[in-house]
């Protein structure tokens, strides 16, 4: 049987991307944020059309300057954990790229977890 890591313990942080000083932009990942930058802006030659998103389209067209930074440092913790973080950050600060206001019941809906 696979292993779902979404369920398994890994480091995980949410970060930010802005544009200046306003945030435009809240995710969360597993990735150092190095990693997740250069996933997010070679996004179309990795992912093809499929894995352009709003905030991924932006980023293409008018991001060149924008800079992603943790809002909550990795730390260990399931996919839901901090999804549960990413959500209540995104809601609370409304960056305006971020079109999914709860990523748990997304991952939920795609089966992630």
């Not at 992912?47 to 260990?76: C, H």
């Not at 600060?93 to 709860?102: A, C, M, R, W």
Request: hydrophobic share 30%.
């Amino acid at each position: 049987m696979p292993v779902n890591h979404a369920l398994e313990t890994y480091y995980r942080g949410v970060y930010g991307v802005f544009n200046d000083d306003l945030l435009i932009y809240v995710g969360s990942s597993s990735c150092g944020i190095a990693k997740l930058e250069t996933n997010h802006r070679n996004a179309r030659t990795k992912y093809g059309e499929s894995g352009m998103t709003v905030f991924r389209e932006s980023l293409e067209a008018d991001g060149q300057l924008w800079t992603f930074n943790w809002l909550i440092k990795p730390t260990p913790c399931t996919a839901k954990e901090i999804e549960t973080q990413e959500g209540q950050m995104i809601r609370m600060l409304k960056p305006k790229l971020n079109i999914d206001y709860n990523p748990v019941r997304s991952s939920e809906n795609y089966g992630r977890y």
